[in-house]
Each structure stands twice: as structure tokens, then as C-alpha cells.
């Protein structure tokens, strides 16, 4: 019988294995677009400060010259091509992402965006299936590849996405009228690729500590997105106040469940990278865990949104690379990765990274 | 050791339902609750491996809906209970293997104890789509751990990459609408038989085991060519391959043939679970029915 909220490894016997975060890649479009010359892209006038409201000031999009697939595949190639990492040995492919366009705004339903990267990647060994869970699907599918990884399942794995959503903020441009429409946290998306190579480590190494999930469903239509209408791509609706409510009143409780069984306090925490919404978004969070806590991470939340809006589902990964290029992020540090998304799902990641990963990015001690 | 289904449902769309997987996921997912006297709240992970939904939803995870709609502890965290964790994942008619690994490898750390595997595809209707090819259909199952020798072996997947060629489903502008459209190669059959029998191969391989160890063979998809075609490459009597009778359903006809395969087998004996599907993709995994009483 489980005694946690949070879907994590309980109390069996230890894992045959530990996994290791073997790479992280992404890629970023070239083309900039400021959130002033979005903004000046609305039908209507809107009266709203969105720079203000959410600390964005700059988003990467794609001009249609890139779209999920190559969007996800371009990244697929950095993070193997960094650590010097042949597809070929790749087990599995798992692709995370919300939007599955291809050849510009046509949606790919079926087959899977997996089999398409793999393909592309050279990947010819690989399992591959498409997982969704709104933004928190890439650490979703880190979760099932650490707990595959863990039990001898696989060896090696990688979980992608690509996300061209830029498309729904200019959708929303057409239709936003004030600042309470429900299309208004379409304005802070941007494009990215993100990916992750897990690989198999012997018991003790750096690597995933522990993963936990849950899913508060009560609140699962706070934010629907679909295709609508003649607007090319999709439209998403968002109760963005109703999200934040509700994350900030679970996270707190499900964060000392996780560190708890990790053991470990959140003053051991050296690094915290959530879910990139909006700057003022993360800030409150962290006050409110901050709160609970009686004490604060070690460094304040990472914060990338600035720079490339909300990225859906490549958000921690787009935030990871960054940090570990920056040489921000040392060996052994432990670093805790947040999902909030739609759903609602709220998820924890804690891991560290080994010297053999930090040096790739160019930081030495 | 392995991952045992514990009950499962197959639901079919009525009026109501017609437009809405949500609807019919939700009554397959009930049902099954109800069948194996399951209460919710028990239910660990939900996955859901439909495909074609309400509104072609997008976000957030029609999982999430569903978890609420059963009632699976859908309210915030607190103190003395256990939380319902629940995502999507998409492989064509081979997504409900692809659940029952992910479920396998949860139960095998004892992350989980009690997870249900839903499935279940309708036409969005009102002209978000053109042609719509499957039945409205959903189903549910219901899977637990068993320490004896049964259940879930090992699944063993075969890529054989078509760029779409032979089935590709899409959403997109047409006449200034996003409608969903369908293609299919007419080989489609022979070429999802033809990687469903090599996932076979590599599947009998590893368990060092013959056909003629197997006592039922269930598959998907249900097409009768497809059957005509795997029961040729396999050397089997078509009689031998149990596919799900209606045969425009899609990924919940691995359940469904699943049913009517294993339905009267007695304890210990062995059903080989093949899928094939988009891509192409199929994997193939032997289950081994539970011991009587475990």
C-alpha cells in the first residue's frame, strides 16, 4: 500500500540500477520576436503591459521554416552530438511534445512523432512511442525512462520534444481583446526542441535521485487546448489565476513529501528550475515554498521565460542547457526540476550531474 | 512475477457518445472499476492510449479528464491518502502494449500497486473530420502485481520506418477549417503483418519458445485482411489469431481481442499479445494467465 501522495518508488527492494543524465540538447530558432512587437500585432487594443505582467521580454519563433519535427530532431541531434553519443544505441525514443506539426501547421495525429525522430536521428534500434502530458510531458517521460532504466528494462533512452506553439499567441493576437481573456497566456509562448539522454549507471552514481507525479484533476479543464475554427494550428484557453491558485496550494506539501524521502532538507537543494509561465509567476511560487519551508533553496529559481517565453513541454530543458553553458551548475549539486501543467499535473525531479556531464558544457572547477 | 490484468471492459458508443472518447473512456473505466470491485481511489496511474478525441483536445491530457470524471482522487493533496497520477501516450492499435509497459515497469519497482489502462477513440464530429475510418469504442483495463510466475513477459518492439506512407492520420486547414483526414496504403494490412510477425519472431526467440507452446494468440488491429495476413506469416490456421470482432475499432481492439482470447482460458496458460500499427511499429509480449486464487 503506497503511503504517499506523489506516484514515486516506494519502499520495495533497491533498484537493479541507477540512471544517469548522459546529455541534454536543444535547439532554438534564430528568429527573435519581442514581446513589444507582439503586442503590436493585436487586432484590438488591448490596454495590457503583458512585458509587465509576465517579465517576458523575448521569445525565439519559427517562421515556418521549422516545426515540431525538425524542431525535435535538430535537438535530438545536439544533445547525442555533445556527449559524442551514437543513435544507434539508443533503446527507446520518446517524444513529449503538444504540438505534433509537420510540414508547416498540419498536426500529425498519427503515426507517432517518435518514429519520425527516430528515423531521422538514426535511432534504428529504438522502441519509440509518443507520450502527452501538456508541459510536463518531457519529465513524465523522464519519469517512465528513469523507472525503465532503473529496473533493467532499457539501457539507454532518449525523451524529445518540439514545440512550434508559437503560432497560438499569434491566433490569440487576432482575438484577445483585454487582459481577462483566456487566451492571454498564449502571448508567452515560443518555439524550442528539447532533449534528454538517460542511460544506465551503477547503483551510487550521480544521477536521478528520485521522480514523483501526481495529477489534481479536479481542476483538469483550467486550460484546453485544441484546434478551433479557421485559425491555423490551435487555440488554448487558460484559467491562468485558477493554475496558479491551485499549484501554489499543492506544491508546497508535495514538495516536503518528495525531500522527505529523499531524505534530504530543502536547504540541500542547489538549484531549482520549474516550469517557465511567467517571471512573476515563478517568483510568487517560490515565496509561497519558501514560506512552507521556513528556508529557501540555495539559489534562486532559475528563470529563463525572460528570454524565450514559455516553451510548453522544453521548458526544464531549455532552462538546463542554459544554466550548465553558463557554468552555473557544478558536479554533484542537486538540482530539482518542477512541472506544473495543465492537468493538473505537478511533478518532481531531483537529480545531479556528474563531472562527465558538466565538462561537455565547458564548466571545469 | 509480472503485471496481471485483473479485470477489463469494452464499451461501444451509443448516440451520446458518438463525439466524445471523454464519454466513452469514462463508462469503459466505471465499468471495469465496478467489475473487478475496485473503488477509485485505488486506482495509482491512469494511462490512456486513445487517440481520437472530443475537440482532436490537444491539451491537457485526456487522461486528466477522465482520472476526474471516474472520480480517482481528482482533489488536492493531503495528508493520509495516495494520489492518482495520469498522462496520455499514443502508438496507434499499439498503445495499450505500450501502457501495459509503462504499467509493468511502475508495479515492477512498487511505485504502484492498482492501475487501469484506458483506450477509446470517436469522431470529433461536427466537421473537424472527413471519413472518419473507426468505430466509437472504448475500453478499459485493469491491472495488478502478481509475485507467482505470471503475467506480463518482456515486450519486443520492430520499427519499420514509412515515413506515413502506410497509414497517416492529420489535422489541418482545409477550406479555411482544421479538419481531420485519414490515409491508407492498400497494403497497409500485409505491412503491419509483416513487422507484428517479426516482433513475434524476436518475442518466441527470447522465451526460447515455439507457437505451438502458445495457447492463444489475440491481436491487433481487428482488419480481417490484416488477420489473413499475420496467420500466413506466423504458419498459423487464421482460426488461431482472436482479433476484436467489430472490425473498425482501433486502439481499443487490443483489449477487445484480448477479451474474446483469453476469455475461457483456464490458469497458466500462455497468450501471445501482438500489435501492430503506424509507422509501422508492433511489439509482441507473451502473458501467462494468473494462477488460480493469486
Redesign the interface.
Known amino acids: 500500500m503506497r503511503k504517499h501522495w506523489l506516484v514515486m518508488e516506494g519502499d520495495g527492494p533497491p533498484a537493479p540500477f541507477q540512471t544517469r543524465l548522459a546529455g541534454a540538447g536543444r535547439h532554438l530558432p534564430t528568429t527573435h520576436l519581442s514581446t513589444h512587437d507582439l503586442m503590436a500585432t493585436t487586432r484590438h487594443d488591448t490596454h495590457i503591459d503583458l512585458e509587465r505582467l509576465t517579465g517576458i521580454r523575448d521569445r525565439r519563433v519559427s517562421n515556418g521554416d521549422e516545426d515540431s519535427y525538425t524542431l525535435a530532431t535538430a535537438a535530438a541531434l545536439d544533445c547525442l552530438g555533445r556527449v559524442e553519443q551514437d543513435a544507434a544505441s539508443l533503446d527507446v525514443v520518446i517524444s513529449c511534445s503538444i504540438t505534433k506539426l509537420r510540414d508547416g501547421l498540419t498536426q500529425w495525429v498519427e503515426p507517432t512523432m517518435s518514429g519520425a525522430v527516430a528515423h531521422a536521428i538514426g535511432a534504428a534500434n529504438a522502441m519509440t512511442f509518443d507520450l502527452s502530458n501538456a508541459c510536463a510531458g518531457m519529465l513524465t517521460g523522464v519519469t517512465v525512462l528513469n523507472n525503465w532504466i532503473r529496473q533493467g528494462t532499457v539501457e539507454r533512452g532518449l525523451v524529445v520534444s518540439g514545440e512550434y506553439i508559437s503560432q497560438l499567441g499569434q491566433n490569440a493576437a487576432r482575438h484577445i481583446r483585454t487582459i481577462m481573456s483566456k487566451e492571454l497566456a498564449c502571448l508567452t509562448l515560443g518555439d524550442a526542441g528539447a532533449a534528454l539522454l538517460l542511460e544506465r549507471a551503477p547503483a551510487g552514481s550521480a544521477g536521478i535521485r528520485i521522480a514523483g507525479f501526481t495529477t489534481v484533476a479536479n481542476h483538469s479543464r483550467l486550460c484546453l487546448a485544441y484546434p478551433k475554427g479557421n485559425d491555423p494550428g490551435a487555440r488554448m484557453f487558460t484559467d491562468s489565476r485558477g493554475i496558479q491558485r491551485a499549484a501554489i496550494a499543492a506544491t508546497p506539501y508535495l514538495l516536503h513529501e518528495i525531500l522527505e524521502a529523499a531524505g534530504i532538507s530543502m536547504h540541500d537543494i542547489d538549484h531549482v528550475i520549474t516550469h517557465q509561465t511567467s517571471a512573476r509567476a515563478i517568483r510568487k511560487g517560490m515565496a509561497a515554498v519558501t514560506a512552507s519551508f521556513g528556508e529557501a533553496p540555495r539559489h534562486d529559481a532559475v528563470i529563463t521565460v525572460d528570454r524565450y517565453g514559455n516553451t510548453a513541454s522544453t521548458t526544464h530543458t531549455v532552462a538546463l542547457v542554459e544554466e550548465l553553458e553558463a557554468g552555473r551548475i557544478r558536479a554533484g549539486e542537486t538540482i530539482a526540476l518542477i512541472a506544473l501543467a495543465s492537468g493538473l499535473e505537478i511533478g518532481v525531479v531531483l537529480l545531479t550531474l556528474d563531472e562527465g556531464l558538466v565538462n561537455r558544457y565547458g564548466h571545469r572547477d | 512475477m509480472g503485471t496481471v490484468i485483473d479485470g477489463l471492459d469494452v464499451t461501444h458508443g451509443g448516440w451520446r457518445a458518438r463525439h466524445s472518447a471523454l464519454r466513452l473512456a469514462v463508462a469503459a473505466a466505471k465499468t471495469c472499476l465496478d467489475r473487478a470491485g475496485r473503488s477509485p481511489d485505488e486506482v ?3 494511462v490512456n492510449a486513445g ?2 478525441r472530443d ?7 485526456l ?3 477522465i ?2 470524471d471516474v472520480g ?7 495528508r493520509d ?12 492499435a ?2 495499450v502494449l ?1 501502457a501495459l ?2 504499467v509493468d ?2 508495479m ?6 492498482c492501475a487501469l489502462v484506458v483506450a477509446s477513440d470517436a469522431d470529433p464530429g461536427r466537421g ?1 473530420s472527413r471519413h472518419f475510418p473507426f468505430s466509437h469504442a472504448g475500453a478499459a483495463l485493469m491491472c495488478d502485481w502478481s509475485d507467482d510466475d505470471c503475467g506480463l513477459g ?2 519486443h ?1 520492430v ?1 519499420v ?4 506512407e502506410t ?7 482545409h477550406d ?3 479538419v ?1 483526414r485519414f490515409d491508407a496504403s492498400t497494403a497497409m494490412d500485409e505491412q503491419f503483418a509483416t513487422a507484428a510477425a517479426e516482433a513475434v519472431t524476436r518475442c518466441l526467440q527470447d522465451a526460447s519458445l515455439g507457437l505451438s507452446d502458445v495457447d492463444a494468440i489475440v491481436a491487433a488491429p481487428a482488419h480481417a485482411g490484416y488477420r489473413v495476413a499475420l496467420a500466413t506469416r506466423l504458419g498459423v490456421p487464421e482460426s488461431r489469431i482472436t482479433v476484436a470482432a467489430d472490425d473498425r475499432m482501433h486502439t481499443a481492439a487490443l483489449i477487445a481481442a484480448f477479451h474474446d482470447g483469453a476469455e475461457r482460458l483456464r490458469s497458466d496458460s500462455r497468450v501471445l499479445v501482438v500489435a501492430a ?5 508492433a ?1 509482441a509480449a507473451l502473458y501467462r494467465m494468473p494462477l488460480a486464487g493469486s
Open positions: 495509482d496511474l491512469l487517440i481520437y475537440r482532436n483536445l490537444a491539451e491537457p491530457a487522461a486528466a479528464l482520472q476526474q480517482a482522487t481528482p482533489e488536492a493533496p493531503h491518502g495516495h494520489g492518482t497520477f495520469s498522462f496520455d501516450v499514443s502508438n496507434g499499439c498503445g505500450t509497459q509503462i515497469g511502475f515492477r519497482s512498487h511505485t504502484i500497486d473537424r518482456r515486450v518492439w520499427n520506418p514509412d515515413d506515413g497509414f497517416r492520420a492529420t489535422v489541418g486547414l479555411s477549417h482544421n481531420l500499427g503506424a509507422g509501422v511499429t511489439g
